[in-house]
């Protein structure tokens, strides 16, 4: 039997100097617990990649952004799916990050700042593909 396989999206905003936006998941978080990322979403049934940036951005940050190029690809086997991500550059085109936002169909961020990417070590060590898939970049 195929394990089933969910689709997601991880964006890679940067700053004039380069940094990283970072985010903090929320404590009750499934599998990344206060782990510090990379904002992510899931694709929904007929969604594009693209489109899944635009709406992650949105969503759980506050902003609109254009989606740059695909940086890297991946996967992961999680305890029930196939974690298939796309790692997609990005640049804010309106507004100012600020989190959690209203959206309660999705995983609300507690926290975000600017950081160096050695600051997604501890999320990859704890199985977070889209900090693996950054980190690899380095």
């Known amino acids: 039997m195929t394990e089933p396989v969910k689709r997601a999206v991880s ?3 940067h700053d004039e100097d380069r940094r990283v936006l ?4 929320p404590p009750d978080d499934e599998d990344l617990p206060l ?15 693209e489109s899944a940036v635009r709406r992650a951005a949105r969503d759980k ?7 740059r190029r ?13 974690l298939e991500m796309r790692l997609y550059e990005a640049s804010i085109v309106a507004g100012e990050p600020s989190v959690p ?3 309660t169909d999705v995983t609300q961020y507690v926290d975000w700042r600017w950081g160096e990417p050695s600051e997604l070590a501890p999320a990859a060590s704890q199985g977070s593909l889209c900090s693996r898939l ?3 970049m380095e």
């Not at 970072?22 to 998941?25: E, I």
């Not at 991946?74 to 196939?82: A, E, H, K, P, T």
């Open 35 to 49: 782990a510090w990322g990379l904002p992510a979403a899931s694709l929904r049934p007929g969604e594009d990649w």
């Open 11 to 13: 964006l890679a905003i």
């Open 101 to 103: 936002q209203p959206a």
């Open 61 to 67: 940050l506050g902003v609109s952004v254009e989606p």
């Open 70 to 82: 695909v940086l890297r690809e991946g996967d992961l086997g999680r305890s029930v799916y196939r």
């Open 134 to 136: 950054y980190l690899a």
């Open 22 to 25: 970072l985010v903090q998941r």
